[in-house]
């Protein structure tokens, strides 16, 4: 059974950091492009950061650019985003999903193979 296992979300004040992290079960984890959304309460599911299946290339939403990072070790089968200088916007669930890279990009969340269940993150002002 695949799994993909969210951790590392919390209360934080505004300005500091975080780092996710998502553990997959899938035996074929280097061959999928992996993808960080995030949903906040009342709001749909978006694309935060995606990366390809050799961590060759990311991608990220306007809105994290430049505080966010996405990376990804696939002899742990996992996938990591480093969250710096956090805004009371941020907070949200973050999900981790396997898909598509093309999909994962364009926040197609419909389109992923797989999806993690989500750690909650709280940014306070």
């Known amino acids: 059974q695949v799994q993909l296992v969210e951790s590392g979300g919390g209360l934080v004040q505004a300005g500091g950091s975080l780092r996710l992290s998502c553990a997959a079960s899938?035996?074929?984890?280097?061959?999928?492009?992996m993808g960080w959304f995030r949903q906040a309460p009342g709001q749909e599911r978006e694309f935060v950061a995606a990366?390809?299946?050799?961590?060759?290339?990311?991608y990220y939403a306007d809105s994290v650019k430049g505080r966010i990072t996405i990376s990804r070790d696939n002899a742990k089968n996992t996938v990591y985003l480093e969250m710096n200088s956090l805004k009371p916007e941020d907070t949200a669930v973050y999900y981790c999903?396997?898909?598509?890279?093309?999909?994962?990009?364009?926040?197609?969340?419909?389109?992923?193979?797989?999806w993690g269940k989500g750690t909650l993150v709280t940014v306070s002002s």
């Open positions: 990366i390809s299946w050799n961590g060759g290339s990311t």
């Open positions: 999903a396997a898909g598509p890279l093309e999909r994962i990009k364009a926040g197609l969340s419909k389109y992923m193979d797989y």
């Open positions: 899938l035996r074929t984890f280097s061959g999928y492009a």
